[in-house]
C-alpha cells in the first residue's frame, strides 16, 4: 500500500530563506507526484507536476525534484515571502490497482517578515 | 481559463434537508473528482468521473449522490446528512483520467458545508 510522508509537519523560517520540503513515498511505481499548496479555508493549488520518467520541474522560484528510485521529491522554495505561507502537500499518482491520488498529510509553512 | 468553480461557498443544512453542489470546469477536462476534507487531513476521495461516466465511487454512503450532466459540469446532491459530514467539499478536474502519466489535477476553491 502506497504511503506518502511529509516531514516536518510545520516549519516557521524568516523572510528570505531558501527552502526545501520534502516528501516521501513507500511505493517508486508512480505515473507522477504532484505539489500543491492549500491556504487555509481554500481549495487546493497545483504548483508542479512531475512525471514519472522526469526529474525535476521549474516554475518561477519554485523547483520540484522527483527520486523515484529512493521514494523522495523536494520542492525547493527560493527567496521565500509571507505570501509562501501556507500548507503544502504532496501526492503520488500510484500504477496499478486504485489510482487514486494519494496524500501526504501536508507540511504548514510559515514564513516571517 | 484554467479555473474550477464550485458554488455555493458555505453552505448550513439540516439533517432532513436536501441540497445540491455545484462545480464547473470549461477547459475541456474530461475527468472530474469530488473530494471531502476535513480540518488539518489532506483530501479524502469520493467519486471520479471520467468521460461523463461513474468510474471510482470509494464506497461514499448513499445519501451522497453525484452527478454528471455533461462533460463541463458535476452536482453533488446531499440528503439526510450527518452532523460528521461537516466538512471542506472540493471539486477538482484534469484532462485525462485517473491512470495517465500526465494527470494533472486542478482544484476549486471548495464549499464549506456545516449539518446542523
Known amino acids: 500500500k502506497q504511503e506518502v510522508t511529509q516531514i516536518p509537519a510545520a516549519l516557521s523560517v524568516p523572510e528570505g530563506e531558501n527552502l526545501v520540503l520534502n516528501c516521501s513515498f513507500t511505493d517508486s511505481a508512480i505515473y507522477n507526484l504532484q505539489w500543491f499548496r492549500q491556504d487555509p479555508g481554500k481549495g487546493l493549488t497545483s504548483l508542479l507536476l512531475i512525471q514519472s520518467s522526469q526529474r525535476e520541474q521549474t516554475s518561477g522560484r519554485l523547483n520540484a525534484s522527483l527520486d523515484k528510485s529512493s521514494g523522495r521529491s523536494t520542492l525547493y522554495i527560493a527567496a521565500s515571502q509571507p505570501g509562501d505561507s501556507a500548507t503544502y502537500l504532496c501526492?503520488?499518482?500510484?500504477?496499478?490497482?486504485?489510482?487514486?491520488?494519494?496524500f501526504g498529510k501536508g507540511m504548514k509553512l510559515t514564513v516571517n517578515p | 481559463d484554467t479555473e474550477v468553480t464550485q458554488t455555493p461557498k458555505h453552505l448550513v443544512m439540516g439533517m432532513t434537508n436536501k441540497k445540491s453542489l455545484k462545480c464547473e470546469q470549461h477547459?475541456?477536462?474530461?475527468?472530474m473528482y469530488w473530494y471531502k476534507q476535513k480540518a488539518k487531513k489532506p483530501p479524502e476521495l469520493m467519486f471520479v468521473y471520467s468521460y461523463e461516466k461513474l468510474s471510482i465511487n470509494e464506497s461514499v454512503p448513499s445519501r451522497f449522490s453525484p452527478e454528471c450532466p455533461n462533460s463541463s459540469l458535476l452536482n453533488l446532491h446531499l440528503h439526510a446528512l450527518q452532523p460528521e459530514d461537516s466538512a471542506l467539499y472540493l471539486c477538482?478536474?484534469?484532462?485525462?483520467?485517473?491512470?495517465?502519466?500526465?494527470?494533472?489535477?486542478?482544484f476549486g476553491p471548495g464549499t464549506r458545508l456545516t449539518v446542523l
Open positions: 501526492a503520488v499518482a500510484p500504477q496499478g490497482g486504485s489510482e487514486k491520488l494519494v
Open positions: 477547459m475541456g477536462h474530461r475527468a
Open positions: 477538482a478536474s484534469s484532462s485525462s483520467p485517473p491512470g495517465a502519466a500526465y494527470n494533472e489535477q486542478f
